[in-house]
């Protein structure tokens, strides 16, 4: 079955840097696009990026978030750079295949000093 696990969050610095990592199997993960996705504490959850046969970033992260993949290793990423207080939020990965979604576990970032 479909599998999404993610890993790389933590408590950071305004400013700071983050690498997150989410790590897919059950799928042909090559052919399907990856999407970060993240929810604040009492805000709906709001799409961050895609990447597929293209890339997308939300406005609030244009410029300072990349969003990558590597098909070798099923893993999709997102840095994180300039990290702000807004940032803070519980980031997960999510993939359509057919017509279901899917969700990994979500992983907490914290941006604060």
């Known amino acids: 079955q479909v599998q999404l696990v993610e890993s790389g969050g933590g408590l950071v610095q305004p400013g700071g840097s983050l690498r997150l990592s989410c790590a897919a199997s059950g799928f042909t993960f090559r052919l399907d696009a990856m999407n970060w996705y993240r929810q604040a504490p009492g805000k709906e959850r709001e799409m961050v990026a895609t990447v597929g046969g293209y890339t997308y970033y939300a406005d609030s992260v244009k410029g300072r978030f990349t969003i990558s993949r590597d098909n070798a290793k099923n893993t999709v990423y997102l840095q994180m750079n300039s990290l702000k207080p807004e940032d803070t939020a519980v980031y997960y990965c999510?993939?359509?295949?057919?017509?279901?979604?899917?969700w990994g576990q979500g992983t907490q970032v914290t941006v604060s000093s």
């Open positions: 999510n993939v359509k295949v057919g017509r279901s979604a899917y």
